[in-house]
């Protein structure tokens, strides 16, 4: 099944304490990114990837950091965790980097920082 | 100024009844896309529809319709005989050429939350 996997789905962690959300495509698609989104503010974008090895900032980069090493998989990474980084995380994947690919969308990161 | 722009932010109707969702856009690119996501109270985004700057053809799925208009920047969404399994958050974007190479960059509103209400 095509789909876009991110783990983990719920996670509530402290402030300063590093971690990674994981996203995997199966769908062979050039583009990844990932997006955040908040009440009142939709969804924002945080990186994207046109490629393997090739990455840039979206709207909101700062506290996170990214890397696509393979095509499939584009991790997000925070760094330090801060309460203002409390949101739900989307990674999606489209088949081009060019516009237009219909973006697709795993089911969603809920991410608590206290 | 916002790129897309969802003024409605929930809207309530009754079984039945139509309703239509607004967005407006904001571009200077001549070719562009624009989308329709839906979000039902589960999280997850689904997409509804793709259409391209140069097909202004209006689209018809359904209870689903979309009508695009160039002249007013608008890519607005209608459900007839709307359901209660039609409540969620409604997210329209624009998919459009970044500076540097020409890659994509989606754009969302804030989202439409419709209440369907049986």
């Known amino acids: 099944e095509a789909q876009v996997t991110q783990n983990p789905r719920y996670l509530i962690t402290v402030t300063g304490k590093k971690l990674t959300v994981t996203c995997s495509q199966n769908?062979?698609?050039?583009?990844m990114s990932w997006y955040r989104q908040d009440p009142g503010l939709g969804l924002r974008q945080i990186y994207y990837s046109m490629n393997v090895e090739v990455t840039d900032k979206g709207d909101v980069p700062e506290g996170y950091k990214v890397s696509r090493k393979e095509k499939r998989n584009f991790p997000l990474i925070l760094e330090s965790p801060s309460p203002n980084q409390t949101s739900l995380y989307f990674c999606a994947s489209s088949p081009r980097a060019a516009i237009g690919g219909t973006i697709y969308f795993g089911e969603g990161s809920w991410l608590t920082v206290v | 100024a916002q790129k897309v722009t969802q003024a409605q932010t929930e809207i309530s109707v009754v079984e039945k009844e139509d309703v239509t969702l607004d967005c407006v856009y904001e571009?200077?690119?001549?070719?562009?896309?624009l989308f329709w996501y839906k979000q039902p109270p589960s999280g997850e985004l689904v997409f509804l529809i793709r259409?391209?700057?140069?097909?202004?053809q209006n689209e018809i799925s359904g209870r689903y319709s979309w009508n695009f208009q160039k002249s007013t920047s608008s890519f607005n969404f209608t459900i007839t005989a709307s359901q209660v399994v039609d409540s969620a958050v409604y997210f329209c974007a624009l998919s459009e050429a970044t500076d540097s190479g020409g890659y994509q960059k989606v754009t969302f509103g804030i989202g439409t939350k419709l209440q369907v209400i049986p």
């Open positions: 769908m062979n698609h050039e583009y």
């Open positions: 259409r391209n700057s140069f097909d202004e």
């Open positions: 571009t200077r690119d001549t070719t562009y896309y």
